[in-house]
């Protein structure tokens, strides 16, 4: 009985061999695409075709290799016959010999059913593509309490990261944690930053295979690796710039538990894994194959350095001997050690930050994936994320959300995420940042279990109570964020008796955080620490307040600390927490410490974090005899500063005291006082910012002292008020508050700028005089700037033309400490202006161009020009900046870390 004719066709690149119907070629040929790389040919339609066996013909003699032979020689490429051959190979020589001479044919197919391997990798290789996809597809979400949970589609949450290059080429270092590694590159001008899905582009234009992946925990480095595999599944292989036959591998290291076999043994049992259901022997046809592009994960989380650097190792040979093979391998900082370094041919890249436009798109994907996986009507649904992603977008922008470690938070996915939790389950994220922290605390440690009906050895409670501990003893080194189990067993075991803890040694609780919750991680196999160093420093503040109701001292020993970095954090979420408040205990033993006047900034920041505050531990103070004491007078200035900003009666009963004080910064402090209650003084209804009113006159504008300060001539002008102050970032962050659309600072997120009562800096000339619209005001032109700092003198500053007079009244390169200050630190000036010289240059309305030469009244500057005027120094700059007269010009949409602004109000305007 006759079969249907057909052929075996075989893919000229990779040789996999498919079995046709012969009737279905057209007589004009047709194309076809191998299924297995992708590669496609042409197939011509053949003239005489039966059936039986296939041979192959190599020059002369011919020799029969397996089922096939290829004739080699002058022939024409692609071109295709079959021959009867009968059972004769014979016979099939000679028939072959004579179709080659006559037409000039490539190769010569007889039918015969191809080796049950080759016929079936390229469907073993199309199941386990879907299995693959389908495993990797999604990451499951949990947290809520309606014990749901939505599985997250890695395409739908997925936020492209960025990532450092580490371009060095010798002297490589190994870091700690991103932070680290980023500083180091900047410094040495050896990092360039771009999109990881550009990483393998990059590695060809360099001549590198491999490429290596760090980041701290949480911050995406697994969701990245198995985003790749699911472009490289869904045909975005030539995007990434990755051949278009290569076969994606994912290959979690922690599952390598025996490393007898080597690297090919780790690859093919992965391959050959239950969930992927795969053949047997699929593994080592698919390495014999080559052409895979294999993800190596968490190479941190093999056991031992030993085996992490044995695996590198391993990783490194692999490399020459699959030259058609793409490695990417990922690790945590603190695992990639010196031993487990790979070597020059893997790219290092160092996965960076969310920024701001990263993360809102974070959001608003996590909510619109949560929402629609709970709800059955996807449309109300889709409304309802949209408005609950840009609810949560606008209570992030706010300023102490901007601030400290909180600001962190929003940068890393994996906190991100549970931040969206919180705010999610509660419908707000609590404004208080203990109670945020508490919060984070609970979502990581109990509420996400609880959602999946997981069985937790421990809560919430528990879990803080025994770390508590720990985090306090891994602060008081500077530094310390990780230790080992046996470092930590001893801290913590007494509270893990007092909870009645009965599941075994404190390392198996250690063991049971880190594998149960998010809050502790194993930064490497050995040590433990805490996933945020913003926790650590929560649950050390809690220690301390637990601690301090038996033991006075421990507040003691904390002040000690006060004005050092590393305690910042802790002395701030201290003061925040609630029922009953240490404020006046710690307070009570700082104002006895020179730090307590040394650091006015961070007082001026525990005021504002403060849960609860009160005058007394600051009057009494000042009630003490100052007596002779120097260092006394200066802590008496500051207490006076906080008592007239915390309760202004309270100084009254001071003011006949002060006016005699020995110390003249406190006797001229009691005098502006006085002088103030005099002085008129209005606030604008939007944002309340304070202006004084300036009096009309006239001063000689310039000085002869520099050329763009010349001529010096004569201005008159009209009454106006002045802003006391520079505009706060406090003040700042209720315009933001009630314009969505507003851009954020430069430096908004930088804690060294973005204090409340600190000026408002990365602000441009546009910015600023958005807010003075917003606010009823305007920029001040550069006369009435000029006029109002010199308040009736003609010398360099208000206090005369030495530098010792400038200390007095502003913050400059030389006393500032390369800090930018809180503002009404200094001294005022006859008008009662605070800040003129020095802390933050100022904007003014006019543009940049040559004074006049004769007398003016109420100047406006030029009509037009390419650059703004900026006056008054600031806390980076030297003294010759800071004078009354110094003109700087900068473009107007610069954003500056040393520029700010103050605000004026014309003649006639109205404030609203």
């Known amino acids: 009985m006759d079969m249907k004719a057909k052929r075996k066709v075989v893919c000229p690149k990779c040789k996999q061999g498919y079995s046709v119907d012969e009737s279905g070629i057209p007589d004009g040929g047709a194309n076809a695409r191998c299924?297995?790389?992708?590669?496609?040919?042409?197939?011509?339609?053949?003239?005489?075709?039966?059936?039986?066996?296939?041979?192959?013909?190599?020059?002369?003699?011919?020799?029969?290799?397996?089922?096939?032979?290829?004739?080699k020689g002058d022939i024409q490429h692609g071109d295709r016959t079959d021959i009867d051959s009968g059972d004769d190979a014979a016979v099939a020589k000679d028939q072959a010999m004579a179709v080659i001479n006559k037409n000039r044919i490539d190769t010569v197919n007889i039918y015969a059913p191809p080796l049950k391997d080759n016929m079936n990798l390229d469907e073993e290789i199309r199941a386990y593509c879907e299995k693959a996809e389908s495993l990797h597809e999604t990451i499951p979400l949990t947290g809520f309490k309606t014990r749901l949970r939505v599985p997250i589609r890695i395409e739908d949450i997925y936020v492209p990261l960025r990532a450092m290059m580490d371009m060095r080429c010798t002297g490589h270092m190994c870091f700690g944690?991103?932070?680290?590694?980023?500083?180091?590159?900047?410094?040495?001008?050896?990092?360039?930053?771009?999109?990881?899905?550009?990483?393998?582009?990059?590695?060809?234009?360099?001549?590198?295979?491999?490429?290596?992946?760090?980041?701290d925990p949480g911050s995406g480095k697994t969701t990245h690796l198995k985003r790749l595999l699911l472009w490289c599944l869904r045909g975005g292989l030539k995007k990434l710039g990755l051949p278009e036959d290569m076969i994606p591998v994912f290959l979690p290291l922690r599952e390598l538990k025996d490393l007898s076999g080597g690297l090919d043994d780790f690859i093919q049992s992965?391959?050959?894994?239950?969930?992927?259901?795969?053949?047997?022997?699929?593994?080592?046809?698919?390495?014999?194959?080559?052409?895979?592009?294999?993800?190596?994960?968490?190479?941190?989380?093999?056991?031992?350095?030993?085996?992490?650097?044995?695996?590198?190792?391993?990783?490194?040979?692999?490399?020459?001997?699959?030259?058609?093979?793409?490695?990417?391998?990922?690790?945590?900082?603190?695992?990639?050690?010196?031993?487990?370094?790979l070597n020059a041919h893997f790219l290092e890249m160092h996965v960076r930050p969310l920024d701001k436009t990263e993360a809102e798109r974070f959001v608003h994907n996590w909510y619109k994936i949560v929402e629609t996986g709970l709800s059955s009507d996807s449309k109300q649904a889709e409304s309802i994320a949209e408005k609950e992603a840009d609810k949560l977008i606008?209570?992030?922008?706010?300023?102490?959300?901007?601030?400290?470690?909180?600001?962190?938070?929003?940068?890393?996915?994996?906190?991100?995420?549970?931040?969206?939790?919180?705010?999610?389950?509660?419908?707000?994220?609590?404004?208080?940042?203990?109670?945020?922290?508490?919060?984070?605390?609970?979502?990581?440690?109990?509420?996400?279990?609880?959602?999946?009906?997981?069985?937790?050895?421990?809560?919430?409670?528990?879990?803080?109570?025994?770390?508590?501990?720990?985090?306090?003893?891994?602060?008081?080194?500077?530094?310390?964020?990780?230790?080992?189990a046996a470092e930590l067993g001893p801290v913590i075991a007494p509270a893990l008796k007092a909870v009645g803890w009965k599941h075994g040694t404190p390392e198996d609780f250690l063991k049971a955080v880190r594998d149960e919750s998010g809050l502790l991680t194993g930064w490497d196999q050995e040590n433990y620490g805490f996933m945020h160093l913003g926790f650590q420093e929560y649950l050390a503040a809690r220690e301390i307040r637990i601690r301090a109701y038996k033991d006075a001292g421990v507040l003691r020993e904390l002040a000690g600390h006060f004005g050092e970095s590393w305690w910042q954090e802790v002395t701030l979420i201290l003061l925040a927490l609630e029922e009953p408040s240490h404020f006046e205990s710690f307070m009570a033993e700082l104002v006895k410490l020179p730090a307590f006047a040394e650091n006015a900034g961070l007082v001026e920041m525990c005021l504002d974090d403060a849960a609860e505050t009160s005058a007394e531990p600051f009057i009494e103070l000042v009630r003490q005899s100052p007596g002779d004491d120097r260092e006394l007078w200066k802590r008496q200035m500051a207490a006076l500063r906080i008592v007239g900003r915390l309760d202004e009666s309270?100084?009254?009963?001071?003011?006949?005291?002060?006016?005699?004080?020995?110390?003249?910064?406190?006797?001229?402090?009691?005098?502006?006082?006085?002088?103030?209650?005099?002085?008129?003084?209005?606030?604008?209804?939007?944002?309340?910012?304070?202006?004084?009113?300036?009096?009309?006159?006239?001063?000689?504008?310039?000085?002869?002292?520099?050329?763009?300060?010349?001529?010096?001539?004569?201005?008159?002008?009209?009454?106006?008020?002045?802003?006391?102050?520079?505009?706060?970032?406090?003040?700042?962050?209720?315009?933001?508050?009630?314009?969505?659309?507003?851009?954020?600072?430069?430096?908004?997120?930088?804690?060294?700028?973005?204090?409340?009562r600190q000026p408002v800096v990365g602000v441009s000339w546009y910015d600023a005089v958005k807010y003075a619209q917003w606010a009823g005001l305007r920029l001040p032109t550069e006369a009435q700037w000029e006029y109002a700092c010199r308040a009736g003198t003609a010398t360099r500053y208000y206090t005369g033309d030495t530098e010792a007079g400038l200390d007095r009244i502003g913050w400059y390169g030389l006393n500032s400490g390369g800090i930018l200050h809180p503002v009404g630190e200094k001294?005022?000036?006859?008008?009662?202006?605070?800040?003129?010289?020095?802390?933050?240059?100022?904007?003014?309305?006019?543009?940049?161009?040559?004074y006049p030469a004769d007398t003016v009244t109420d100047p406006v500057g030029p009509e037009n020009g390419s650059n703004r005027v900026g006056r008054g120094g600031s806390w980076s700059y030297d003294a010759?900046?800071?004078?009354?007269?110094?003109?700087?010009?900068?473009?107007?949409?610069?954003?500056?870390?040393?520029?700010?602004?103050r605000l004026a109000l014309s003649p006639g305007q109205q404030v609203r």
């Not at 992708?38 to 290799?65: C, E, H, L, M, Q």
């Not at 930053?193 to 980041?215: C, D, Q, S, Y």
């Not at 968490?298 to 490399?319: N, Q």
């Not at 006859?830 to 940049?848: I, K, P, S």
């Open 880 to 901: 010759w900046c800071c004078r009354s007269a110094y003109r700087r010009f900068d473009s107007p949409d610069s954003r500056l870390i040393y520029y700010g602004f």
């Open 177 to 215: 944690d991103s932070e680290a590694a980023d500083a180091h590159l900047r410094e040495c001008g050896k990092g360039r930053e771009i999109a990881l899905p550009e990483a393998f582009h990059m590695t060809e234009k360099i001549g590198r295979k491999g490429i290596v992946i760090l980041g």
């Open 35 to 71: 299924r297995v790389c992708g590669k496609r040919f042409f197939i011509k339609k053949n003239t005489a075709v039966t059936r039986k066996k296939s041979y192959a013909v190599k020059d002369s003699p011919v020799g029969i290799v397996g089922d096939e032979a290829t004739v």
């Open 394 to 484: 606008r209570r992030l922008r706010r300023p102490e959300f901007r601030a400290r470690r909180v600001f962190e938070l929003t940068r890393n996915p994996l906190l991100l995420t549970n931040l969206c939790l919180v705010h999610r389950d509660r419908g707000n994220l609590p404004r208080n940042r203990a109670r945020l922290y508490e919060e984070c605390t609970d979502v990581l440690l109990e509420l996400w279990r609880d959602a999946i009906g997981y069985q937790s050895r421990f809560n919430a409670q528990t879990g803080r109570r025994v770390l508590q501990p720990a985090a306090l003893w891994l602060h008081q080194e500077e530094e310390r964020t990780r230790a080992t």
């Open 827 to 850: 001294e005022p000036n006859a008008f009662g202006l605070y800040d003129m010289h020095g802390n933050v240059y100022e904007w003014c309305q006019d543009w940049y161009g040559n």
């Open 650 to 756: 309270a100084v009254k009963p001071f003011e006949a005291v002060l006016a005699d004080h020995p110390f003249d910064e406190i006797r001229r402090w009691a005098k502006a006082r006085s002088d103030q209650k005099d002085r008129d003084t209005i606030y604008a209804e939007r944002g309340g910012y304070e202006l004084v009113r300036i009096p009309a006159g006239s001063f000689m504008m310039g000085s002869t002292e520099f050329e763009a300060e010349q001529p010096v001539h004569e201005v008159h002008l009209s009454e106006f008020y002045m802003g006391r102050y520079p505009v706060t970032n406090e003040e700042y962050g209720r315009f933001m508050a009630e314009n969505e659309d507003a851009p954020e600072p430069k430096y908004w997120g930088d804690r060294r700028f973005n204090q409340p």
């Open 270 to 341: 992965q391959l050959n894994h239950r969930h992927l259901k795969t053949p047997d022997g699929f593994g080592e046809r698919m390495l014999k194959r080559g052409n895979l592009l294999l993800l190596l994960d968490g190479l941190d989380e093999v056991s031992e350095t030993d085996h992490r650097a044995k695996v590198s190792r391993w990783i490194e040979e692999a490399l020459p001997l699959y030259p058609d093979c793409r490695f990417v391998v990922t690790c945590r900082f603190a695992g990639y050690t010196d031993r487990v370094q």
